[in-house]
C-alpha cells in the first residue's frame, strides 16, 4: 500500500522538515504530491524506488522529484533534514531521483529555513532564503551513489544475487552462466538497462553495501573482506577515489 503526502503551499514555495531516525527504523512505501530533497547529517538511508535504490551517505542528499513512489531504510543515527518543494517553484528542478552534493551554503541555508515563519512579506530576509534554496538546488552535483535496476527479469535476479551476497567474486562469466547467455550479451544488456557496464553496477554495489555497514560501527578491515577486497589499503584506496577521503575520516563524525 502506498500513501500519498500532501503539503500546501500558499504562503512559501518550500516547506522544512527536521526528524531524526534511530538505527533500524524506517519508512514504508509512500509518495508526495511535491518534490523532496532529503538532507542527511549524519548516518545512512536507503531509499528504494522502482528504478532501483539510492543510498544516502552522511553529509550528502537524495533528490526525489513529486510523485516519485519510495521507502526509507535508516542505518546508523540519522539526523535528516528534508525540504519539501512546490514543483511549480522553479521550471528546472531536477526531474529524475539523484544522490546530490550538498554544498556548505545550501546545508546552512536548510538549516537556517527550519526557523524561518511561514508567511513573510515581500523583500524579506525569509524570502530571500527561500528563494536563495531554490537556485542553489538548481546547481547541486549529482553523485555516483544509486544502483539502476534493470528491466529483465534474469538480470533483475541476478542482481538480488549480487546485493544478498557482495562479497562474493561475481565475475561477468559466472553471471553469464547462471543466467543463461554470453558475456557480451550480458554487458549489452546491461549498458542498455542500467546505463552501466556490468563491472561498474558490482563496483557500485559493494560500495554501497560498504557505505551501510560503516554506518553500523564495523570495523574498515571486515567490511573490505567481508566485500571481497583483498586488502585493508585496497578497500582504502577505492574508497578514498571515490568519496575523496578515507572510510575512517569519512565516518569519525557521523
Known amino acids: ?73 535508516i542505518t546508523g543515527n540519522v539526523a535528516a533534514r528534508t525540504l519539501f518543494i512546490d514543483p511549480l517553484a522553479r521550471a528546472d528542478l531536477p526531474a529524475t531521483c539523484q544522490i546530490v552534493q550538498i554544498s556548505p551554503l545550501l546545508r546552512e541555508l536548510i538549516l537556517a529555513s527550519l ?31 544509486n544502483l539502476p535496476e534493470p528491466q529483465s527479469e534474469p538480470l533483475r535476479r541476478l542482481c538480488q544475487q549480487i546485493q544478498q551476497a557482495p562479497g562474493e567474486s561475481w565475475s561477468s562469466s559466472l553471471a553469464a552462466n547462471l543466467i543463461g547467455m554470453s558475456e557480451r ?7 542498455q538497462q542500467t546505463g552501466l557496464h556490468y563491472s561498474e553496477w558490482v563496483r557500485r554495489a559493494r560500495l554501497l553495501e560498504a557505505l551501510q555497514r560503516l554506518a553500523q560501527g564495523q570495523p574498515v578491515l571486515r567490511v573490505a573482506l567481508e566485500l571481497g577486497y583483498g586488502s585493508h589499503s585496497a578497500f582504502t584506496a577505492m574508497f578514498r577515489r571515490v568519496m575523496g577521503i578515507s572510510p575512517s575520516e569519512y565516518f569519525k563524525d557521523s
Request: hydrophobic letters at 35%.
Open 185 to 191: 550479451t550480458l554487458n549489452r544488456h546491461f549498458q
Open 1 to 73: 500500500m502506498t500513501t500519498t503526502a500532501t503539503f500546501s503551499f500558499t504562503h512559501r514555495p518550500l516547506v522544512p522538515f527536521a526528524h531524526d531516525y534511530r538505527h533500524g527504523e524506517g519508512e514504508p512505501w509512500h509518495q508526495h504530491d511535491c518534490a523532496q530533497l532529503l538532507h542527511s547529517l549524519s548516518g545512512v538511508v536507503r531509499v528504494d524506488t522502482a528504478s532501483g535504490c539510492w543510498v544516502v551517505p552522511p553529509g550528502r542528499g537524495v533528490w526525489l522529484p513529486a510523485g516519485t513512489r519510495h521507502s526509507l531504510r
Open 115 to 145: 526557523s524561518l515563519p511561514e508567511s513573510y512579506s515581500p523583500g524579506s530576509r525569509a524570502e530571500r532564503v527561500y528563494e536563495l534554496i531554490l537556485d542553489e538546488l538548481r546547481l547541486m552535483p549529482v553523485l555516483p551513489f
